[in-house]
């Protein structure tokens, strides 16, 4: 398993623990001696499960499943096969699987657990840093996106879930994950003098990152972007954003100096019949303002 990740093992015992207790309940409901290959069936695949011996695992649980289904262990064989494709790491499998168990077993006590391990599965399936990051072209960021969506659909439908928090976690790197990539985008464009594309760029994260992407850099970025693209009202705003938000920063002492400069160039430019400000035919984010979403820092 990857260094961030959490490690998998503790999840699946927990529950095999619970499960174990419930076994002897159900061999005690079914005539014998079907009921006594079924407990044994499931507890060696668990053993070999535990220890890592996930074809084992499979082959005694696969036989378990095949079982009459009023055998209960029978419809517990099923999640754990898909348990087997995730100790296999065999991700995209498992989380078919899951799916599978969800959609046969509605009302399914387990199904909270299957929920999560589908969640748990999409996180795997993503990259484990973006601190080296290939070019912006190449990166697919598909499996960051649905982790972060199965994740966020757990946790809305699963809030006191014992392992909601787990899920958090995950659900916070993904966000940490995304954001990473956005802001390389936004210094994509800003190193190659592409300022459309660094508002644009912005913008989009400071409506899909909320607080995280309201800071001090963003701001002055998102200032310098509008002066170079002569949206100098806009620069204007930023900076008086800067002073406001962050009054002891370096940037806070730079604002007057920077807002004097931009309402003279609008007034410069006025006086001789030119537009003081924004050009016409604007990306659409310009008119939203998602800058002003940071709170303290709208203008």
């Not at 535990?50 to 029978?74: D, F, M, N, R």
């Not at 419809?75 to 989380?95: C, I, M, N």
């Not at 807002?259 to 604007?282: H, T, V």
Request: with cysteine; glycine share 6%; net charge neutral.
């Amino acid at each position: 398993m990857r260094g961030h990740k959490h490690p998998h093992r503790h999840v699946l015992c927990a529950f095999y623990a619970a499960a174990t207790l419930w076994v002897a309940g159900c061999a005690q409901e079914v005539a014998q001696p079907i009921a006594v290959e079924a407990e044994r069936l499931y507890a060696d695949g668990l053993e070999h499960l535990a220890g890592g011996s996930v074809l084992e695992a499979e082959q005694e649980l696969q036989k378990l499943a095949k079982l009459p289904a009023y055998i209960g262990l029978t419809t517990l064989a099923r999640l754990r096969l898909a348990d087997t494709l995730f100790v296999a790491r065999r991700f995209d499998e498992a989380a078919e699987a899951y799916r599978s168990f969800i959609s046969r077993h509605d009302g399914n006590p387990n199904i909270p657990y299957a929920m999560y391990m589908i969640a748990r599965s999409q996180f795997e399936l993503a990259p484990s840093d973006l601190w080296i990051m290939p070019p912006v072209y190449e990166l697919d960021l598909n499996p960051v996106h649905n982790a972060r969506q199965e994740l966020e659909k757990f946790i809305r439908t699963y809030p006191r879930s014992r392992l909601a928090t787990d899920a958090l976690a995950m659900r916070d790197h993904c966000i940490a994950l995304l954001y990473t990539h956005a802001r390389y985008v936004v210094g994509f464009y800003r190193d190659r003098g592409e300022w459309m594309g660094v508002v644009f760029r912005l913008h989009q994260a400071m409506q899909q990152f909320g607080d995280r992407a309201h800071d001090l850099d963003n701001y002055a970025l998102l200032a310098e972007a509008y002066t170079q693209l002569g949206w100098r009202a806009r620069a204007v705003e930023m900076w008086q954003a800067i002073g406001r938000r962050w009054p002891e920063s370096a940037h806070a002492r730079q604002a007057p100096q920077q807002i004097a400069a931009l309402q003279q160039a609008i007034a410069a430019a006025k006086a001789k019949g030119e537009p003081g400000d924004m050009p016409p035919n604007l990306p659409p984010t310009a008119a939203t303002k998602p800058e002003t979403l940071g709170g303290d820092g709208s203008s």
